[in-house]
């Protein structure tokens, strides 16, 4: 049965990174997949000349080109936060507007960052990891923030949490992506201004090892894509292969709360239907 999903992420990129295959694979399931961005994303560039509005500007289209790409629904939302600043909002501020999106889309699953996850150094993964995973767990309480069914958006649960992390802990649900590495690297090549500043970021980190690796060191910024191929094919890889899948993703996955354990005591399991 086709399920709502809701992604909530910092940046305009985040999704497609962490998670564009099993969202490629979830929109050929005809699940109905929303995206909701944090900040403007104002400060993705490497180039000097480039303005926060333009940035902002560049970053919003290719947001959008990147979630058709994937099959999400493009009318992308985004908060407006400012970019690398998050954790200055209020936490309970970017939680009610998080809490507003779920009640609105009414989602069977989320997808976010992992507010558990060791190693994240931007803050802005942290700030909605938090907020994203609190709003999920109090949705359906009826006293937290009662305007908003003023508003006609009722409580509601998400029976489905999917979290993601650079560092991931406590990973439970690898997805198997080899059909969708295609498409999820079409989705980050959307991304134009991102995926420029990726390959640039990584000159730049090579250039301070002193290390010789010519691909790196040949590479154009403006022709990102065999680098992105290559850094997105050998991470899938290395998540798969563990698995025994040619290319995977992986998950902290959150199901029905008490109810997976209330399975497990009764000899029973939940469906697994991706």
Same mark, same amino acid.
């Given at each position: 049965m086709p399920k709502r999903v809701l992604v909530i992420v910092a940046h305009a990129d985040d999704m497609e990174f962490m998670a564009g295959g099993a969202i490629a694979k979830m929109a050929d399931l005809d699940y109905q997949i929303r995206e909701l961005i944090a900040t403007n994303n104002e400060r993705g560039t490497l180039d000097p000349d480039w303005s926060r509005e333009f940035t902002a500007d560049a970053r919003r289209e290719e947001a959008r080109a990147g979630a058709k790409v994937l099959g999400v629904n493009p009318d992308v939302e985004f908060l407006g936060y400012e970019d690398g600043r998050l954790s /200055?909002?209020?936490?309970? /501020?970017?939680?009610?507007?998080?809490?507003?999106?779920?009640?609105?889309?009414?989602?069977?699953?989320?997808l976010t960052?992992?507010?558990?996850?060791?190693?994240?150094?931007?803050?802005?993964?942290?700030?909605?990891?938090?907020?994203a995973t609190e709003a999920a767990m109090f949705s359906h309480f009826p006293l937290y923030h009662p305007e908003h069914r003023e508003a006609g958006f009722a409580p509601h649960y998400v029976g489905e949490r999917y979290f993601f992390a650079k560092s991931p802990r406590d990973a439970n649900k690898t997805v198997d992506i080899t059909d969708y590495i295609g498409r999820k690297i079409d989705a980050l090549c959307a991304h134009r201004c991102q995926m420029e500043m990726t390959v640039a970021d990584l000159k730049l980190q090579l250039a301070a090892s002193g290390l010789d690796i010519p691909f790196l060191a040949d590479a154009d910024p403006k022709?990102?894509?065999?680098?992105i191929e290559a850094q997105i094919k050998a991470w899938a890889a290395s998540v798969g292969r563990r698995a025994g899948f040619e290319y995977g993703e992986q998950f902290r996955r959150v199901r029905f709360d008490g109810i997976e354990r209330w399975a497990r005591r009764a000899g029973s399991a939940l469906p697994d239907d991706f």
């Open positions: /200055e909002t209020p936490l309970n /501020e970017l939680r009610e507007r998080c809490m507003r999106a779920i009640r609105r889309h009414r989602p069977d699953v989320l960052w992992d507010p558990h996850a060791p190693y994240e150094d931007h803050q802005d993964h942290r700030a909605v990891a938090r907020a022709d990102f894509r065999p680098v």
